[in-house]
């Protein structure tokens, strides 16, 4: 066993100096902050309209009031609507950087509330149907957004082989349930998913309660899904808080304004910034970058190309 575990630390070692050799110069000279690699949030739901994209958005405001540079990364692959809830057109997506058509620099919009989004689009979905070639140069092209602090993933809901990949290369997994029945089932139908697919997860997995009527009907919900998760899953889902059933909300989406702009006072939006704040406090530990994010997501389709 021990020679065994010598060979293994052996190979480890040389691929470690053989990764060292071949970087480039310029890139050993730039990147003097290796370790300050952009954080990957993926937002998912069990359902649709429980407020997943509501909360990436939101989040990524209350992120970047104190102070990170935030990209919020519409990764819906039929239904994106980030820029709708922004009230913006992009005139370019996803779709143009796999055609290979914009560069993702060039498709990355600047907002009015110091966030960037990336739009997506159902192109998206022709990833699945790339060559070994050109999913590599679109991982190296989503790799430029390694620049920022925080990027938050809005995946779309269900349960569908993109949206687990997603969830499996984050950082964190933030999921998204409301106090409805249906909504807890499928939260938990989710999270039960991750548990079969996935032997070894190292990530956070994370629980938000939305629209509930206050912090103890939240919390009845949170131990409940937190307790069957452990009990029968044997996975363990951290409580990130929850958000309060604010009138403020809706209004906000009518007017296709982030609800932390057009009420940062209401009881939403302070909900919004706790646990943001709860989450900035708590790292999972060092991020792998986005670069190594858009390799564990691409890998398993990778080996079999």
Do not use: W
């Not at 992009?90 to 498709?107: A, C, F, G, S």
């Not at 938990?188 to 629980?207: R, V």
């Amino acid at each position: 066993m021990e020679d065994q575990a010598e060979k293994l630390r052996e190979i480890m070692r040389r691929k470690k100096e053989g990764a060292a050799s071949s970087r480039p110069a310029s890139a050993a000279k730039t990147n003097v902050k290796a370790a300050d690699k952009p954080r990957i949030i993926t937002v998912t739901s069990g359902k649709g309209g429980v407020g997943k994209t509501n909360l990436s958005v939101n989040m990524a405001l209350a992120f970047a009031r104190i102070g990170k540079k935030v990209i919020v990364m519409d990764a819906d692959l039929g239904l994106a609507n980030v820029n709708v809830m922004l009230n913006m057109i992009p005139k370019y997506n996803l779709y143009h950087v796999i055609k290979k058509q914009k560069t993702v620099r060039e498709i990355l919009v600047e907002t009015e509330y110091g966030i960037s989004i990336v739009a997506g689009a159902s192109g998206f979905s022709q990833i699945a149907n790339l060559g070994e070639e050109d999913r590599k140069d679109f991982i190296r092209e989503l790799d430029t957004l390694s620049n920022a602090d925080i990027i938050i993933i809005d995946t779309s809901a269900g349960v569908s082989s993109n949206v687990l990949d997603f969830i499996a290369a984050a950082d964190d997994a933030v999921i998204i349930t409301t106090p409805e029945p249906t909504a807890i089932t499928d939260a938990y139908g989710i999270i039960k998913i991750i548990a079969t697919e996935y032997d070894s997860l190292n990530m956070g997995l994370k629980l938000v309660v939305n629209r509930a009527k206050g912090a103890a009907e939240a919390k009845s919900v949170a131990d409940r899904m937190i307790n069957i998760s452990g009990q029968f899953l044997n996975l363990k889902v951290d409580y990130l808080g929850f958000i309060y059933d604010d009138i403020s909300v809706p209004h906000a989406v009518l007017r296709q304004k982030p609800f932390m702009v057009v009420d940062p006072k209401c009881k939403a939006s302070i909900c919004v910034q706790h646990i943001v704040e709860r989450m900035d406090r708590n790292k999972t530990g060092e991020s792998h970058g986005f670069g190594a994010m858009l390799r564990r997501f691409f890998g398993r389709s990778t080996e079999t190309v």
